[in-house]
């Protein structure tokens, strides 16, 4: 693969952690608090948490270790670290939410 | 090895005209046949004015609405009539104005940027301009049925259920509104395609400009978050006319789930309407600046962000739903964290306007103009984004206020811009600068004196939609205020109005790059030639008019480039390697045809006559359609062959493999397809997990033929992988053997789905509807696997096909092997279900 692929592949592959995060809080969520209960409280802050720390690690990673090339060096260093932060935010409400509330 | 790698000389010409010079085989047609055009700027400007058309009428309705609210009681219009008004205001402005416009410039302006004669499926654009047009159409008949809309623009169930709106008002939005998106999710394909796949040489994705990254990531936006809508459409359609009960309580439906999908598309669609304009903007600063693009790597990264987390807000919209606190604390988080990329643009644009000493010129007015609304309503957004203060806004004029901030000022304000840059292109000649400056300034004062204002009147209570209030409330005074701004905004779009109409015979002209600009499609004196250029030239840098002296110092007909001449007498450009850019294949291009038209009006028949419950009709319409898509695809193949293009490159036209500009289309499509697909299985589980009582009620599926329908899907999957392999060896024999082969197990796995469900009931519960929805639709892409397999079968038999020429199987395999995989997904939660039961 060349430089710049791998470069587009390090701008694309925070975005994807992103996607991946936020489908799986999501998901925890809308299976916690849903009717149905299909997990509780600490299985939820659990499983959010240990996603959180996955997505996060791989969203970083090119901000990290940024690929050879600049071509696209700022943008991927840049997009790595929104991805990672907009990870966090969305985690935000597992720590400082008690129940599903509502 | 790719047959790219083993194609054969050889001297025949498929489908060319022979003998003609590159003007005379692009020249565009006349008379009739004018309608027949498929080039890329013909139907770009015919997106854009029959956008701009759409706008006034959506306009005057707005007029009419801040009429009957320029007073407390008023009588001017009836509720029922004011209804309809508001929401067909909002439904054209949204619909068949926004996006619409904004691809048509799309459309016009990325291949002459990037160094193309044309968009690579020129007829893919005839067809969806024409979907365009037909479904604008159908909605706006309504009028004349006496039938218009009038459940808002979101056109909420249970209102919109036929319970609370009897008659055909709905089924003209939905049936219209579905038609007309068929032409934004064509043109995300044909975008996505031609960017990456027809550039000029050299011009790698970081020598794009900005423009083309903007509309890249809107284009795939639009391909993910439109599905979500259709499929919402689809369903409440087939709630009205078949009484399938997907959103009805009383057996396990939900109300929301309609606004989930809505919303999935819904808040998406406003990043896809602003990022557009955004890219607009962000080519038309430096110019007028003088100076390159600030941080364009910092935008690249902003607009790949954007586009991924404006996926994540759609609940925003439905804080007042009663959804648990910890999805309206996620939701508000994402909302929150979309400001960081739209700020990270405005400070790019900021950056840029630092560098130098701007120019202020008309289109510039209208980007300053964006810059101070835009920031405003973005921050507004904030607010909402916040939860208890949502709680207090909801509803309210505040956040109409807050969308025609965002929406007027972050698209409408770049799209004027855009209209005083860009019309010289279009027509030759310079719109009056003096008179651009009054309508800058009469819409700005409009705009603000009408909407700035409504910020107060929601916070003092008035709510959205009221026909009239009464007076002493405190609206009274703000409400004549705002109604007599909007006037003035008006009065700003009909002087733009006339100035366009005479600036086409006053105006000075343009000639060659009029404003100094550095992209491509200011290479040739305006208006440039049908095909864009004489040679493509090779690109070195992002501005390449000003970084390249060479392209401007003597005529742009003489600039050296690949493709001086024509081969074949056949319209054609240069094809690209997605990333590097590097000159990988020629691309044959079609000549003007009506069959997109006729396949489009087929599909209009078909549409019109479902409103009328002629279902005849319908059928009739639907074999049209099939007709008119065979006849697109039933044509010479033009691989096979390499051709001498110039600047030493000796490329293979249309190259097989994965690298094929047809099969990025085709994976672009299944992205389309998957998104499909997704709504329903979101809507499955949400019904699944929010009713389980009524889960327990709908009948399981039979594990017997679901097992079966497992193993099927899988051996499709693994045909088409076969195919693809077949393709590439070129072994004809063997690859119409399996088309055979895959148009089997197509029937057989549909079979299989539909009898997995025999036990359960579509109108039991909405669980079971769904079930149903689901293989409906995967069997809708197994006829589609069918149809192509015998089809492709039938053109080796009839020696359509030669060597070198299989890349309808390639396709194909990749096709069959999306269309499996949904057979195996759709089978295995099916299972799952059955042995677990749906409790």
Redesign the interface.
């Known amino acids: 693969m060349?430089v710049?692929?791998r470069e587009?592949w390090a701008?694309?592959i925070p975005?994807i952690a992103?996607?991946v995060h936020?489908i799986a809080?999501?998901t925890l969520?809308?299976?916690?608090?849903?009717?149905?209960e299909?997990i509780g409280m600490p299985l939820l802050i659990i499983l959010g948490t240990a996603a959180t720390a996955l997505c996060g690690i791989v969203a970083i990673w090119p901000a990290i270790r940024p690929p050879s090339g600049d071509?696209?060096?700022?943008?991927?260093?840049?997009?790595a670290t929104?991805?990672a932060?907009?990870i966090l935010?969305?985690a935000?409400?597992?720590i400082?939410?008690s129940?599903?509330?509502? | 090895m790719t047959m790219s790698d083993q194609v054969k000389h050889y001297s025949g010409s498929r489908k060319g005209e022979p003998g003609k010079t590159m003007e005379e085989i692009w020249a565009a047609p006349t008379g009739v046949r004018r309608w027949a055009s498929v080039s890329h700027r013909v139907v770009g400007k015919r997106f854009i004015y029959t956008g701009f058309a759409f706008f006034l009428i959506a306009g005057f309705l707005a007029l009419l609405v801040r009429t009957q609210l320029i007073v407390p009681g008023n009588t001017f219009l009836d509720h029922e009539t004011y209804n309809q008004v508001f929401t067909m205001h909002g439904t054209l402005m949204m619909f068949l104005f926004a996006i619409p416009i904004l691809e048509g410039f799309a459309v016009y302006l990325i291949p002459m940027m990037l160094g193309a004669r044309d968009l690579v499926f020129p007829r893919l654009g005839q067809f969806g301009y024409y979907c365009y047009l037909f479904g604008g159409i159908i909605v706006l008949s309504s009028f004349l049925f006496d039938a218009a809309p009038d459940g808002g623009w979101f056109m909420y169930v249970p209102l919109s259920t036929n319970a609370f709106t009897p008659g055909l008002s709905a089924d003209f939005w939905l049936i219209g509104i579905t038609f007309a998106e068929i032409a934004s999710i064509t043109a995300a394909v044909e975008l996505i395609t031609a960017i990456l796949c027809a550039r000029a040489p050299g011009m790698?994705?970081?020598k794009m400009p900005i423009f083309a990254w903007y509309i890249l990531v809107t284009a795939f936006m639009i391909a993910i978050g439109f599905p979500p809508l259709v499929i919402g459409s689809i369903l409440l359609e087939a709630n009205r006319l078949l009484e399938l009960p997907f959103f009805d309580p009383a057996v396990g439906g939900d109300s929301l789930l309609w606004q989930h999908l809505f919303w999935l598309f819904g808040h998406p669609e406003v990043y896809i309407i602003f990022l557009p304009a955004a890219g607009m903007v962000a080519t038309i600063l430096p110019t007028f600046v003088g100076k390159p693009l600030f941080?364009y790597?910092?935008i690249?990264?902003?607009v790949?962000?954007m586009?991924?987390?404006s996926?994540?807000l759609w609940a925003h919209h439905m804080f007042a739903t009663?959804?648990?606190?910890?999805?309206?604390?996620?939701f508000s988080?994402?909302s929150?964290?979309v400001a960081?990329?739209t700020g990270?643009q405005i400070f790019a644009f900021l950056g840029t306007l630092a560098q130098g000493k701007t120019r202020m010129t008309t289109p510039m007015l209208f980007v300053m103009g964006f810059l101070f609304i835009f920031v405003l309503g973005g921050l507004t957004g904030v607010m909402l984004a916040s939860v208890p203060f949502n709680w207090q806004a909801h509803d309210s004029y505040f956040v109409v206020a807050h969308l025609h901030y965002v929406l007027i000022g972050g698209m409408v304000f770049p799209l004027f811009a855009a209209f005083y840059y860009w019309v010289p292109n279009f027509t030759g000649r310079m719109m009056s600068e003096r008179i651009g400056k009054w309508v800058f300034w009469l819409m700005f004062v409009g705009f603000n004196a009408t909407f700035f204002l409504m910020h107060v009147t929601g916070l003092r209570g008035m709510p959205r939609r009221v026909a009239t209030y009464p007076e002493g409330l405190g609206w009274d005074r703000l409400n004549l205020l705002s109604t007599l701004g909007s006037y003035i905004l008006a009065a700003g779009i009909a002087l733009f109005v006339f100035d366009f109409f005479r600036h086409l015979k006053r105006g000075a002209l343009a000639g060659r790059d009029p404003w100094g600009a550095g992209t491509m499609e200011w290479l040739y004196p305006t208006v440039p030639v049908g095909f864009n250029f004489h040679a493509i030239p090779p690109v070195e840098s992002r501005e390449p008019l000003w970084d390249q002296p060479r392209l401007m110092e003597g005529k742009a007909e003489a600039v050296e480039g690949v493709l001086p001449s024509v081969n074949d007498g056949r319209r054609e450009t240069v094809g690209c390697d997605p990333?590097?850019g590097a000159p990988l294949q020629v691309l044959r291009l079609p000549h003007p045809t009506f069959v997109p038209m006729f396949t489009a009006f087929s599909i209009a028949v078909a549409a019109a006559a479902t409103l009328a419950s002629a279902y005849w009709i319908v059928l009739a319409g639907g074999i049209g359609m099939l007709i008119g898509f065979s006849l697109w695809a039933w044509e010479p193949s033009d691989s096979g062959v390499t051709r001498d293009v110039g600047l030493g490159y000796i490329l293979p036209v249309n190259v097989v493999g994965k690298r094929s500009h047809m099969h990025i289309a085709i994976v672009g499509t299944m992205l389309v397809l998957y998104a499909l697909f997704a709504s329903l299985l979101f809507a499955l589980l949400?019904l699944?997990?929010?009713?389980?009582a009524f889960a327990a009620r709908t009948g399981d599926p039979v594990i017997l033929w679901t097992a079966g329908a497992l193993v099927a899907g899988a051996v499709l999957v693994g045909s088409g992988s076969v195919n693809r392999h077949f393709a590439l060896a070129d072994r004809i024999g063997a690859a119409l053997l399996l088309n055979l082969v895959i148009a089997m197990i197509g029937v057989i796995s549909s079979g299989l789905l539909v009898m997995a469900l025999v036990g359960t009931d579509p109108w039991g519960t909405a669980l079971g509807a769904t079930m149903w929805a689901i293989v409906v639709f995967v069997c809708v892409n197994l006829f589609v696997t069918l149809y192509w397999a015998l089809f492709n079968g039938a053109r080796k038999i009839t020696g359509c096909i030669g060597a070198g020429q299989s890349l309808p199987d390639y396709n194909l395999g990749t096709f069959a092997k999306g269309a499996g995989a949904m057979v195996v997904i759709t089978a295995g939660l099916f299972l799952a279900a059955a042995m677990g039961g749906l409790q």
Do not use: H
């Open positions: 060349t710049l692929g587009i701008l694309t975005a992103w996607a936020f809080i999501y969520i809308s299976a916690a608090c849903a009717p149905r299909l071509a696209l060096g700022l943008a991927v260093r840049l997009g929104i991805f932060l907009a935010f969305d935000m409400p597992l400082y939410s129940g599903c509330g509502g | 790698s994705l970081t941080g790597g910092f690249v990264a902003a790949v962000s586009g991924f987390i996926f994540g009663g959804l648990p606190i910890l999805s309206l604390s996620l988080a994402a929150t964290m960081i990329p990270i990333v590097s949400y699944w997990n929010s009713y389980p």
